[in-house]
């Protein structure tokens, strides 16, 4: 009887302490997971969920992208751009702030383009809404092709100098 105790205890216990283990990570994930929650953090994190995306192509007519299924940004910053599908329509635009040149960042909490250095604010259109910049954000002329988007870098248009390229540099989704 006490070789079956023995044998019994040499092929549970590293079992037991196999769910232990388990157990402890289990445990202290979740334990993390609600400090951060209590102090901001993982709402913080979750403000922000700009993809990141490289470009399928790069030919004459300029970068293709797959059109997104839903509305969201995404940020090519090798080559400098944002992408914006947002209520039924698709924009490009330069990644840089038109004020100072400084990268733009998305606030997905209140759903605009913030710029870090003067506190710049823009609309997911492009739109310009408050801060030092003295127009909205450049656009990128795009077409679309098939189920992508084509974005033609080298002619970026300025709100202030080419109004009615400006407006039409979008594609309905």
């Known amino acids: 009887m006490?070789?079956?105790?023995?044998?019994?205890?040499?092929?549970?216990?590293?079992?037991?302490e196999a769910q232990s283990r388990r157990d402890f990570l289990r445990d202290s994930a979740l334990g993390i997971a609600g400090i951060m929650a209590?102090?901001?953090?993982?709402?913080?994190?979750?403000?922000?969920?700009?993809?990141?995306v490289n470009a399928l192509t790069r030919g004459k007519a300029g970068l293709t992208y797959p059109i997104p299924a839903?509305?969201?940004?995404?940020?090519?910053?090798?080559?400098?751009?944002i992408l914006v599908r947002w209520k039924n329509a698709m924009y490009a635009f330069n990644l840089s702030c038109p004020h100072q040149h400084t990268a733009l960042r998305w606030n997905d909490s209140v759903k605009?383009?913030?710029?870090p250095k003067h506190k710049s604010k823009y609309q997911p259109t492009g739109d310009f809404i408050s801060g030092r910049a003295t127009r909205s954000m450049d656009r990128f002329a795009v077409q679309r092709s098939g189920n992508n988007i084509l974005v033609d870098v080298?002619?970026?248009?300025?709100?202030?100098?080419?109004?009615?390229?400006?407006?039409?540099?979008?594609?309905k989704v």
């Open 112 to 115: 605009e383009f913030q710029c």
């Open 70 to 81: 839903a509305d969201g940004v995404q940020i090519d910053k090798d080559n400098e751009v």
């Open 38 to 52: 209590t102090l901001g953090i993982a709402r913080s994190a979750a403000a922000l969920p700009v993809s990141m």
């Open 154 to 171: 080298d002619n970026m248009y300025q709100e202030d100098e080419q109004n009615a390229q400006w407006k039409s540099a979008f594609i």
């Open 2 to 16: 006490s070789d079956t105790k023995e044998h019994n205890c040499a092929t549970a216990c590293p079992l037991a």
